[in-house]
T-cell receptor
Framework: KQEVTQIPAALSVPEGENLVLNCSFT??????LQWFRQDPGKGLTSLLL?????REQTSGRLNASLDKSSGRSTLYIAASQPGDSATYLC?????????FGGGTRLMVKP | NAGVMQNPRHLVRRRGQEARLRCSPM?????VYWYRQLPEEGLKFMVY????????ESGMPKERFSAEFPKEGPSILRIQQVVRGDSAAYFC????????????FGPGTRLTVL
């Protein structure tokens, strides 16, 4: 059974810092891994999807990497802004379902 | 191309009533997934459906919950005799096919049971 863990659970940083969010998964037999953003009381916004054959994906200030063999993915946020404050979720796709981590709650202070 | 649509966005029910949550997938998508997010908890898979078929319901509670995706119309998640513990956000996602596809999420339905 796939288990996904995200560390840290919460993170508070001053504006402008570069930061890394970590995601680990127990079963490397995945099709892809998705990173989402969720604002309080809101739905999910898809940020990046990395296929199992890829090593990384970039979108603006975001860069996600995937190391299937070690069961790890990281989301790198450059030059953080207060508007980046949200919960970040990673999800491993095994075909029939996404298995989500518990999320990292990010606060970027002005 | 409209995204995944869910309605209602908010639903209030009293204990013992029935709740019906609807999900219209993106155009061209025939695969639908339902997830539940309990307060202060992560998202958990409930059920995966294709048109007229339930493919995987391993995450569905054994009693009171059912799901369908008819040939015509939206997918329906039905909760009978709701209890306070059913209060949660229910998210629907769709994809054009299974496997290595990206799942696109709707805005969710927030169910409150009084």
């Amino acid at each position: 059974k796939q288990e996904v863990t995200q560390i840290p659970a919460a993170l508070s940083v001053p504006e402008g810092e570069n930061l890394v969010l970590n995601c680990s998964f127990t079963d490397s037999a995945i099709y892809n891994l998705q990173w989402f953003r969720q604002d309080p009381g809101k739905g999910l916004t898809s940020l990046l999807l990395i296929q199992s054959s890829q090593r990384e994906q970039t979108s603006g200030r975001l860069n996600a990497s995937l190391d299937k063999s070690s069961g790890r993915s990281t989301l790198y946020i450059a030059a953080s802004q207060p508007g980046d404050s949200a919960t970040y979720l990673c999800a491993a796709n095994a075909g029939n379902m996404l298995t989500f981590g518990g999320g990292t709650r990010l606060m970027v202070k002005p | 191309n409209a995204g995944v649509m869910q309605n209602p966005r908010h639903l209030v029910r009293r204990r013992g009533q029935e709740a019906r949550l609807r999900c219209s997938p993106m155009k061209g998508h025939s695969h639908v997934y339902w997830y539940r997010q309990l307060p202060e908890e992560g998202l958990k898979f409930m059920v995966y459906l294709q048109k007229e078929n339930i493919i995987d319901e391993s995450g569905m509670p054994k009693e009171r919950f059912s799901a369908e995706f008819p040939k015509e119309g939206p997918s329906i998640l039905r909760i009978q005799q709701v209890v306070r513990g059913d209060s949660a956000a229910y998210f629907c996602a769709s994809s054009p096919w299974a496997g290595d596809n990206e799942q696109f999420f709707g805005p969710g339905t927030r169910l409150t049971v009084l």
